[in-house]
Each structure stands twice: as C-alpha cells, then as structure tokens.
C-alpha cells in the first residue's frame, strides 16, 4: 500500500460523519457570501474560489477551518464570526446544489498538465492528481476531497503554492502557507515536489476538465 493510497484509508476510516445542510436555507444566508463568490456560486474574479458544485463535506471543513483560522484567509476575516454551525452546513448545502461553470485550459499548457494529473511524475515523487479528484474532476466526496473541474486556474495554482509553502514554512513564518490537509499532509507533499510549471499547467488543465 503505498502513501497515497493509506492516507486515503485513514481519512475515510476517521473522517467525522458530517450532516448535510438545508439548501433552501442556505440560499437566503449565502447572500453576504455573493458579492465575492457570485449569486449560484460562480465568482467571476479568479483569486476567488467557484463554490457552485462544489462536494458539501469539503466545503463545511473548509469553512469551519477558516473560521478557526486553522486555514488563514484574510479577504474572509470576520465573514464567519456569527454563523453557526447549521448555517455554514445550509451555505454549504446551497452552494454543492448549484451548478459550475467551465473554463477553458491553455493549449500551451495541456500536454504537461494532462500528464501531471493522470500520472503525476515519477521523477520527483508527484502523485497523480487523478487519484484523488477522480478521472472528471469531480472528486472524491465521501473522503471530503474536492471537485475541481471548471474552478479558476490562478486560484488552483494559488492554492498549490500556498500547500507548497506550508511544507515548509508554519503560518507565524509565511502567513500565507496552507497547512489544513492534516496529518497525512497529501497536498503539502505532493505540492513541495511541484515545480512551478508544473502547477501552471495543472491548474489550467484542470479549468478545462469540466
């Protein structure tokens, strides 16, 4: 078995069970969320992540992360401080029902990131993405690993860098290092291994997968 596949195990086996939200509630509380991440979920500026369609149990440990700042995200400062934790699974809930738009990958680019996300690279120890987001894209949600396909290419490649980082460095060190992947610590691994063409490039083929 090797590291890939045990983490996935463990996660799967001690995973808490997470309840799903109210979608119909969580359309009226989703509201102060719009103004960054669009209406249905669909944000239309790149540094902010597409929600629309995005795996329900993923979305509430990252939203419960943010808020107890174990993932620092400075433009989300304060934006959870009231909510409970029935209203960010309803938010949550409302987004996953919602449907992503697509993007649309650079040519330039595809031949490296289609390579890097089926069969990652031996080389240098990189997994394939493939085999935790699934052959579409569309991840893995019972194990809270998320859907990727159609998301922003400079947001995936901001978030490979910031894991990348967090290899490294702690968050009083770079406060933009991204530790939240936990002890099995799959993306800080993988992403420390990356080079920054690579990310490139399997960032905008991932844009494309939807």
Not at 57 to 72: C, F, G, N, T, V
Not at 142 to 152: D, K, M, R, V, Y
Request: with cysteine.
């Amino acid at each position: 078995m090797n590291k890939i596949t045990l983490s996935l195990a463990l996660l799967l086996s001690f995973t808490p069970a997470v309840f799903a939200g109210d979608a119909a509630a969580g359309k009226d509380k989703s509201l102060s969320c719009s103004a960054c991440h669009g209406a249905d979920g669909n944000s239309e500026v790149p540094m902010w992540p597409k929600l629309a369609g995005q795996n329900e149990k993923y979305l509430i440990k990252q939203l419960h992360d943010i808020k107890s700042e174990a993932r620092p995200v400075p433009t989300m400062a304060g934006q959870l401080d009231n909510m409970s934790d029935e209203d960010m699974a309803d938010i949550a809930a409302w987004f996953s029902s919602q449907t992503i738009t697509g993007g649309q990958a650079d040519p330039d680019k595809i031949a490296i990131g289609e390579k890097i996300y089926r069969a990652g690279n031996s080389a240098r120890g990189v997994a394939a993405c493939v085999a935790c987001h699934l052959p579409r894209g569309n991840g893995l949600a019972p194990a809270g690993f998320p859907s990727l396909a159609g998301q922003h290419a400079e947001y995936i490649a901001d978030q490979l860098r910031s894991f990348r980082s967090g290899a490294e460095n702690t968050l009083e060190e770079d406060p933009n290092a991204r530790t939240n992947d936990g002890d099995s610590r799959i993306m800080r691994d993988i992403a420390s291994r990356m080079s920054d063409k690579e990310i490139d490039s399997v960032a905008s083929y991932i844009t494309g997968l939807y």
